[in-house]
C-alpha cells in the first residue's frame, strides 16, 4: 500500500491483509487411508444405455452437459437452446429472482426447465433432462418455511448416526417437494482450524466422526445403496465437499493452501470419501484450497488418481463457484484444464454461454481429447439414470414421489426431528447446580438473540450469510429459544420474560443469557483470532452476578472461541452452536426434560490466540467432554488475560465483516454487518476483489453513518473507499469529539477508483471510540475497509 506523506488521500494497491496469529493446525499422527471402498459396479445394460444415448448426442449437446449455470443467469429459453446438464440456485439466488419465492415458485421453475429440456431435438438426438442443485446443508433452508435442523457441527455433538440419517431423510423430502433433484451435501470437512469461517459446516476435528455421520447423511439423502445404484423415490442426489483439503488451510484461511506431507493430508482430510463412497454418494465437489500450492480443480493426480484410481470413486466431479477460474491461466470461461484435471461438470454461475463455446472448440480442436468428454458425459448420465430421470415415462418435478406436497416443508415430524436434534446437540460445559432449572422458577431471558431465529440458524439460511435483514417473520413455523423457554417455563408452572436489553423489573430466580457470533458464510467468517470480544453476553453475565441472580450462560457459534470471561461469569454454561429454527430443542435441555447428552466434537480452546492443540492437548476442555446433569463440577477460575484483547490495531471493518465488537448505526438503527438500511442510510454489498467484500452505502441528506468501537484499537483511522460522483453538498466525519470537513478531498477523489483516506492522531487529536460520515446532500460512498491503528507520525492534514 502506499501512502504519500502530506496527502490526506492516496491511492490504494491492494487490500491490506493484517498478518495472522503464527501457529499453524497441527495434524494428527497419520494413519493410512481407508482401503478401496466398496463400489456398486455399473451394470451392463447400464452402459449399455449410456453408450447408446451417448451416441446420438451432437457435441454441443455433450459440451452442455457439463456445464452448470446459476439460475439468476438461465432463463428456461436459454436451457432450451443450449440444453445444460444441470443448473444451481446459489445461496443469495431464489426463482425469478425472489430469494424468498413460495415453494409453488420453485416448482414451477423446476418444471420450466425441465419442460425447456426434454422438449424434443430433431434427428432422433435424445433430450436429456437438466437437474437442479441446491445448498441444503441444514435442511432445505433457501426454501422458506423449509425445516431448519442445526449446522454439522450440532449434529457432530449429537454424535448420532441414525438422527443424522433421519435428517437427511426428511431434508430429501422437503428438496423434492420443491421438485430439486441434488443437494451439495453432505459437507465433509475436517476443520482443524477454529478460525475457518466453515469449521460450522464440519462435523467435527475428528475424521473418523466425519465419515461416519457424512455416511449417514448421504444415506438418508439419496436413501440406501441398493445393487443397481438406484437413488430411492422421494430422495435426491447427494454430494460430499470439498475435495478435499478444505478443513486444512494454513491459519483457516478459506479457500487457502494446504501444506504438508501428502500422506498425512489424506489421512485426515481425504478420510471420509471412502465411507461417502461406499454410501453410494453419487457426487463429490472439488474444493477450493490448494494443497502443496496446486489448486484441487486442476490438481490431476488427486481429482483423478486418488479419488478415482485409489478410492474407486465412478460418480460426478462437480466444480465449486467458478473454481476452475482461480486455476492459473484459467477464467470463468476458459478453463480446458479442470476438465483435463479430472472435473466433470463446471459450476459456472454466470458464463454458461461463454464458456459452452470456448470448451465446445477446445473438443474440436483436440485440446480436449473425445473420449475425455464422453466419460465425464456418461457419468452425468450415468447420475440421472440413478436418479430415475432416463427412464422412459420419468416424469416432471411435479409429477414425482413428493413433488408439490408442500405440507412436508416444515411439516410437525421434521419439525420434532429438528428439536430432537437441537436438545442432543446442546453441549453442557459448565455447571454449578443451576440446572436443570426448577419447576416454577421465575426465568429473565436476556440478549438480542434470544428472540432471533436467524442469528440461531447462522449462514446458508434464506440467504447466503445469513442473519441481516432477516426477521423472525421470515420464519413461519418456527419457534425461537425465547419462544421455546416460554412455553417450557409455563408448563412447569413459572413464570418467563423477555428482556432483549437485559434489563428487567422484578428480580427473577435465574437469567438466561443468550448471545453469541453473528451469522456469516464462508470466507466472511474467517476470523484472525478466537476472541469473542462482543460484550453484550459478558456484561449481563456480569451484572447479574453482582445483583445475585444465578445465570445461565447459552452461547451461539459457529466455533468454539475463548469463553474464559464468560465461563467465569456463568453459573453455567451451554454451547448451543447454531441450532436453528426449533429452538425448543434448548429448553428441552435447560428444564432437564431431554438428558444433557451432548459432547464437544471440537477441543475447546483455553487460550485467544489461535488454535487449541487437537485433541486433549493444550485445550479448556478435550473433544469428547460435556457435562450430564446430576454432576456438578467445580470450575476453577480461568485466565481472563488475552493480549488480543488490548491490542493496538484493530479492523472495524474488512472483508465484508464489521470486526469484533464493532456496530453500525444509520441515524438510530443499527445496521448488521454494514448492510441494511435505516435512519436514510442504506448499505448493500458490492465487490472489489472478493464477493460482497465491499459496501456501497447511500446518504439520504442529512442522515448519518455511525460506526461505534467497544473497545479495540486505538490510534487514528484509515479508511479505504470510492466515490464515483463528488458530493454535492459538505461531507463531516467526526471521531473523539473532533468534526472535520471532508469534502475537498472526496471531490477530489471522485472517480478515481478506490482511495485511502487516513484520520492520524496529529491531525485529529482525540480520535475516538466512534466514527461518524454526515452528509448534508445525497451522496453514494463506497467502503471496503476501515481499520483503526497507530499512524506514524509525519502524515500531514489537507482538510
Ligand atoms: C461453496 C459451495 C457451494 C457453492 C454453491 C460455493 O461458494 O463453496 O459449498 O455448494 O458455492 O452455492
Ligand atoms: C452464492 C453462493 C456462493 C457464493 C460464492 C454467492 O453469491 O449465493 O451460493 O457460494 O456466492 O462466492
Redesign the pocket.
Known amino acids: 500500500m502506499t501512502r504519500r506523506a502530506g496527502k490526506l488521500f492516496t491511492t490504494v494497491a491492494g487490500v491490506a491483509v493484517l498478518a495472522g496469529c503464527a501457529s499453524t493446525a497441527p495434524i494428527a499422527p497419520s494413519a493410512a487411508v481407508a482401503p478401496l471402498a466398496s463400489v456398486p459396479v455399473a451394470t451392463e445394460s447400464e452402459d449399455a444405455r449410456i453408450a447408446a444415448l451417448l451416441s446420438r448426442m451432437s457435441l454441443a449437446h455433450k459440451v452442455a452437459q457439463l456445464i452448470q449455470p446459476q439460475i439468476n443467469s438461465v432463463t428456461p429459453e436459454e436451457m432450451r437452446t443450449y440444453r445444460y446438464g444441470s443448473y ?1 440456485n ?2 443469495n439466488g431464489g426463482p425469478y429472482g425472489n430469494e424468498f419465492a413460495p415453494a409453488a415458485d420453485w416448482l414451477k421453475l423446476a418444471d420450466e426447465m425441465w419442460d425447456a429440456s426434454t422438449a424434443p431435438l430433431p434427428n432422433g438426438e435424445p433430450a436429456i433432462p437438466a437437474i437442479w442443485g441446491t ?1 441444503a446443508v441444514h435442511g432445505h433452508t433457501n426454501v422458506v418455511g423449509a425445516t431448519i435442523f442445526p449446522h454439522n457441527i450440532g449434529l457432530g455433538a449429537a454424535h448420532d448416526p441414525d438422527l443424522v440419517r433421519r435428517i437427511g431423510a426428511a431434508t430429501a423430502a422437503e428438496i423434492a417437494a420443491t421438485g430439486i433433484d441434488w443437494n ?1 451435501s453432505p ?1 465433509v470437512a475436517v476443520a482443524q482450524d477454529d478460525r475457518w469461517g466453515r469449521t460450522y459446516e464440519s462435523y467435527s476435528e475428528d475424521p473418523a466422526t466425519v465419515a461416519e455421520l457424512g455416511a449417514a447423511l448421504v444415506e438418508g439423502l439419496q436413501g440406501k445403496a441398493t445393487p443397481d445404484g438406484r437413488i430411492g423415490a422421494g430422495h435426491v442426489i447427494a454430494t460430499a ?2 475435495f478435499f483439503g478444505d478443513g486444512g488451510t494454513t491459519q483457516g484461511v478459506d479457500q487457502g493452501n494446504v501444506n504438508g506431507d501428502l500422506a498425512q493430508l489424506e489421512a485426515i482430510h481425504a478420510r471420509p470419501y471412502p465411507a461417502v463412497i461406499a454410501a453410494g454418494v453419487e457426487a463429490v ?1 472439488a474444493s ?1 484450497n490448494s494443497i502443496n500450492g496446486t489448486k484441487m480443480h486442476g490438481n490431476k493426480p488427486l481429482l483423478t488418481g486418488l479419488l478415482r484410481g485409489q478410492m474407486g470413486f465412478t460418480g460426478v466431479v462437480v466444480g ?2 467458478n473454481g476452475h477460474a482461480q486455476i492459473p491461466g484459467c477464467t470463468p470461461s476458459n478453463c480446458p484444464q479442470a476438465l483435463l484435471a479430472g472435473l466433470d461438470i463446471y ?1 459456472v454461475p454466470d458464463d454458461a454461454k461463454a464458456l459452452h463455446a470456448s470448451l465446445l472448440a477446445q473438443v474440436k480442436d483436440g485440446t480436449i481429447p473425445m473420449a475425455r468428454l464422453d466419460e465425464a458425459v456418461s457419468r452425468v448420465l450415468r447420475m440421472k439414470l440413478h436418479a430415475g430421470l432416463l427412464d422412459p415415462g420419468a416424469k416432471r418435478p411435479s409429477q414425482r414421489s413428493n413433488g408439490g406436497d408442500f405440507a412436508l416443508l416444515g411439516s410437525p415430524a421434521h419439525r420434532a426431528l429438528a428439536r430432537e436434534a437441537v436438545a442432543k446437540s446442546q453441549v453442557l460445559l459448565k455447571n454449578n447446580g443451576v440446572l436443570p432449572l426448577k419447576v416454577g422458577a421465575s426465568i429473565l431471558v436476556a440478549g438480542r438473540a434470544a428472540d432471533d431465529i436467524a442469528q440461531a440458524s447462522g449462514g446458508w439460511t434464506l440467504t447466503w450469510q445469513g442473519g441481516d435483514e432477516l426477521t423472525n417473520a421470515r420464519f413461519p413455523g418456527a419457534t425461537s429459544i425465547w419462544a421455546g423457554l416460554k412455553a417450557a417455563a409455563a408448563e412447569a408452572g413459572g413464570t418467563a420474560t423477555l428482556s432483549a436489553d437485559g434489563s428487567y423489573a422484578t428480580k427473577p430466580d435465574v437469567a438466561i443469557v443468550v448471545f453469541g457470533e453473528k451469522p456469516y458464510a ?1 470466507f466472511a467468517g474467517d476470523r484472525k483470532d478466537l476472541v469473542f470480544a462482543d460484550r453484550e453476553g459478558l456484561d449481563l453475565l456480569r451484572k447479574y452476578r453482582a445483583a445475585g441472580i444465578r445465570t445461565v450462560a447459552v452461547f451461539l457459534s459457529g466455533r468454539p472461541l475463548w469463553m474464559n470471561r464468560e465461563l467465569n461469569a456463568a453459573d453455567a454454561f451451554v454451547a448451543s452452536w447454531l441450532p436453528g429454527g426449533e429452538g425448543a430443542g434448548v429448553a428441552d435441555v435447560l428444564y432437564g426434560r431431554r438428558p444433557a447428552t451432548g459432547r464437544l466434537s471440537f477441543s475447546w480452546p483455553a487460550h485467544c490466540t489461535g488454535q487449541p492443540v487437537n485433541g486433549a492437548e493444550g485445550a479448556l476442555f478435550p473433544r469428547g467432554y460435556g457435562l450430564s446433569f446430576g454432576r456438578v463440577t467445580p470450575v476453577a477460575r480461568l485466565d481472563e488475560n488475552c493480549p488480543i484483547l488490548d491490542a493496538r490495531s484493530a479492523e472495524w471493518f474488512d472483508l465484508g465483516r464489521l470486526g469484533n465488537g464493532i456496530t453500525a448505526r444509520g441515524g438510530a438503527t443499527l445496521l448488521p454487518n454494514l448492510r441494511g438500511s435505516g435512519g436514510g442510510i442504506t448499505a448493500r454489498g458490492i465487490d472489489r476483489n472478493r464477493q460482497e467484500d465491499a459496501r456501497e452505502i447511500s446518504f439520504a441528506p442529512g442522515s448519518t453513518l455511525t460506526l461505534a468501537d467497544e473497545g479495540r484499537g486505538s490510534g487514528g483511522f484509515r479508511l479505504v473507499y470510492q466515490l464515483a460522483t463528488a458530493p454535492t453538498a459538505p461531507v463531516a466525519l467526526a471521531t473523539g469529539g473532533k468534526v472535520i470537513d471532508i469534502t475537498a478531498g472526496l471531490t477530489t477523489s471522485a472517480g478515481k477508483g478506490w482511495r485511502e483516506l487516513i484520520v492520524s492522531q496529529d491531525c485529529a487529536p482525540g480520535t475516538g471510540r466512534t466514527l461518524s460520515i454526515t452528509s448534508a446532500g445525497p451522496l453514494t460512498l463506497s467502503i471496503a475497509r476501515i481499520a483503526r491503528q497507530d499512524i506514524p507520525a509525519g502524515v500531514d492534514c489537507s482538510f
Open positions: 444451481l446459489g445461496g445448498d451439495f459437507t465437499k470439498h465437489m477450493f465449486d463457484w459450476m464462508e
